[in-house]
C-alpha cells in the first residue's frame, strides 16, 4: 500500500525556535498533501493544503506566516512552525492524496510528528 | 459547508460483541465518505469508503458502512468486536473526488474482555 512516513517523530524545542517536519510519500506521487494538527483527545484540524510547485492553501484561522508548507516536489511536503511557543506543541498530521485515479479523494496518513515547545 | 458529526464520543463493549458507530454528516450532494481508525501511537488507517454505487461498503478488518441518503448517515458496524479494535474512529467527508476531507470529533472504542 501506499506508505506515507514523518520525520521527525517527536521532537521538543525551545520557545522562539523553528522546527521543520517532513513529510514523505514513499512509494507515489502526491501531487497534493495536506497538515492537519490534532490536540489530545481531539479529532484532527486540517491547517492547509498543500499542492506541488504552488502556495499552500491555509484554513481560516491558521497563521501562514507562522506555519510555514513548502512542497516542492512529489514526494516531499514539510512544514515549519516559526517562532514556536507552548500553545504550539501538539500532534501534526500529513497526509498525501495519490495523483488521480479513483481512489483520487483517499489519503495516506503519515505517523503524526509530536511537537513539544518548552 | 459540509460537517460531520458523530454523537458517541465515548463507547464501551464487551468482546465478541457485536457494535456500531454512528456518522451523520451534512452536505447538499452525494459526498465521499470514510472511516479511519487511530491506534494510540499509529497513524490513521482507512477501514473502508463509499463514493458511490452500493450503498454497503465493506472494509478491512471485519468493519462494514452504509450510506443512508434519506438520514445522512454512514455508521459502522462490525460483528464481533475483538480486544484489538480498542482505538479512536474518525468518520471523515469530502465534497468532491478532489476537495479536502473533514473528520468528525471521533468515538473512542474500549473493548472489555
Known amino acids: 500500500g501506499a506508505v506515507v512516513s514523518q520525520h521527525p517523530s517527536w521532537v521538543i524545542c525551545k520557545s522562539g525556535t523553528s522546527v521543520k517536519i517532513e513529510c514523505r510519500s514513499l512509494?507515489?506521487?502526491?501531487?497534493?498533501m495536506f497538515w492537519y494538527r490534532q490536540f489530545p483527545k481531539q479529532s484532527l484540524m486540517l491547517m492547509a493544503t498543500?499542492?506541488?510547485?504552488?502556495?499552500?492553501?491555509?484554513e481560516q484561522g491558521v497563521e501562514k506566516d507562522k506555519f510555514l508548507i513548502n512542497h516542492a516536489s512529489l514526494t516531499l511536503s514539510t512544514l515549519t512552525v516559526t517562532s514556536a511557543h507552548p500553545e504550539d506543541s501538539s500532534f501534526y498530521i500529513c497526509?498525501?492524496?495519490?495523483?488521480?485515479?479513483?481512489?483520487?479523494?483517499?489519503?495516506?496518513f503519515g505517523p503524526g510528528t509530536r511537537l513539544t515547545v518548552l | 459547508a459540509q460537517s460531520v458529526t458523530q454523537p458517541d464520543i465515548h463507547i464501551t463493549v464487551s468482546e465478541g460483541a457485536s457494535l456500531e458507530l454512528r456518522c451523520n454528516y451534512s452536505y447538499g450532494a452525494t459526498p465521499y465518505l470514510f472511516w479511519y481508525v487511530q491506534s494510540p501511537g499509529q497513524g490513521l488507517q482507512l477501514l473502508l469508503k463509499y463514493f458511490s454505487g452500493d450503498t454497503l461498503v465493506q472494509g478491512i478488518k471485519g468493519f462494514e458502512a452504509e450510506f443512508k441518503r434519506s438520514q445522512s448517515s454512514f455508521n459502522l458496524r462490525k460483528p464481533s468486536v475483538h480486544w484489538s479494535d480498542a482505538a479512536e474512529y474518525f468518520c471523515a467527508v469530502g465534497a468532491t473526488s478532489y476537495d479536502k476531507v473533514i473528520f468528525g470529533p471521533g468515538t473512542s472504542l474500549s473493548v472489555i474482555p
Open positions: 497526509s498525501a492524496r495519490l495523483a488521480g485515479g479513483l481512489a483520487a479523494n483517499e489519503q495516506f
Open positions: 512509494d507515489f506521487q502526491a501531487t497534493t
Open positions: 498543500s499542492n506541488e510547485g504552488s502556495k499552500a492553501t491555509y
